[in-house]
């Protein structure tokens, strides 16, 4: 099981950034998704995570009404769309697949992608 992110970058407060997370070894379909960020200093938190075996979708209450997930089963591709982005929202950002276990706890996560980097800045 394999996760690459992309799209990270620096963007200006107020700006947007589209991350991917490319899945291979397996099917994005069977498992539940998940993004998570870490700041310096700070344990992970979940930002968005969904599920497909109800359809729930989990957003962290600092990024409700700005980022939304979404997923591409043809692709196996999953996204993270960040509008209005906030210098507290800079981070690494990972996605994540798990099995089991809570909605959107990293402890419930078992595959990793390698995180892509994201500055908020003026």
């Known amino acids: 099981l394999q996760l690459v992110e992309s799209g990270g970058g620096l963007v200006q407060p107020g700006g947007s950034l589209r991350l991917s997370c490319a899945a291979s070894?397996?099917?994005?379909?069977?498992?539940?998704i998940g993004w998570f960020r870490q700041a310096p200093g700070k344990e992970r938190e979940g930002v968005s995570c969904f599920r497909s075996s109800d359809g729930r979708t989990y957003y962290a209450d600092s990024v409700k009404g700005r980022f939304t997930i979404s997923r591409d089963n043809i692709k196996n591709m999953v996204y993270l769309q960040m509008n209005s982005l906030k210098p507290e929202d800079a981070a690494i950002y990972y996605c994540?697949?798990?099995?089991?276990?809570?909605?959107?706890?990293?402890?419930?996560?078992?595959?990793w992608g390698q995180g892509t980097q994201v500055t908020v800045s003026p």
């Open positions: 070894g397996f099917t994005l379909d069977d498992y539940k």
């Open positions: 994540a697949a798990g099995s089991f276990g809570a909605m959107c706890i990293s402890a419930a996560f078992h595959s």
